[in-house]
């Protein structure tokens, strides 16, 4: 699922390129947006005291953006397991690559990790669901 973001001049730097920094902020935005999309927003999940913490990320920048770029994200299931799984982004700008990245994330439930296959089967299936080599 594609995200866009255009990118603010608060974003930018003093060499008036978008900060690395908020590459990891605009994957954050995509995920949400996908989670939203999909029925299981953060919010749903908290309600079912379920969290997921960020337990590993990186990005590859390939081409700098500046102010008033829209970066288009498509977001990914890239792999699952019982009790993590792991996000794609590639951002681009005009159909070219500007930064890869991923994100992986574990599940807890009440403060304690979990296997979210048995504690909530629906978001275990819909992160199936969208895996990658299953679109």
Known sequence: MIFSHKVQY????????????NYIRFMEEARSSFL?????S??????E???S???DVHAQFVKSTTYGDVIDIDVKVKEVSMA?????????????TVC?????????????PTAIKKVNPGLYEMFLKYKEENL
Not at 10 to 21: A, F, G, L, N, P
Not at 42 to 47: I, L, N, T
Not at 100 to 112: A, I, N, P, Q
Request: with cysteine; proline share 2%; hydrophobic share 30%.
């Open 36 to 40: 939203e999309k999909v029925g299981f």
């Open 49 to 51: 005291n379920i969290v």
């Open 100 to 112: 890869t990245g991923e994100s992986k994330h574990c599940f807890l439930k009440d403060g304690r």
């Open 84 to 96: 993590v799984v792991t996000i794609s982004y590639t951002m681009t700008v005009e159909g070219k």
């Open 42 to 47: 953060y919010k749903r999940m908290e309600e």
């Open 53 to 55: 913490p960020v337990i």
């Open 10 to 21: 608060y974003e930018t730097d003093r060499m008036q390129v978008t900060h690395h920094s």
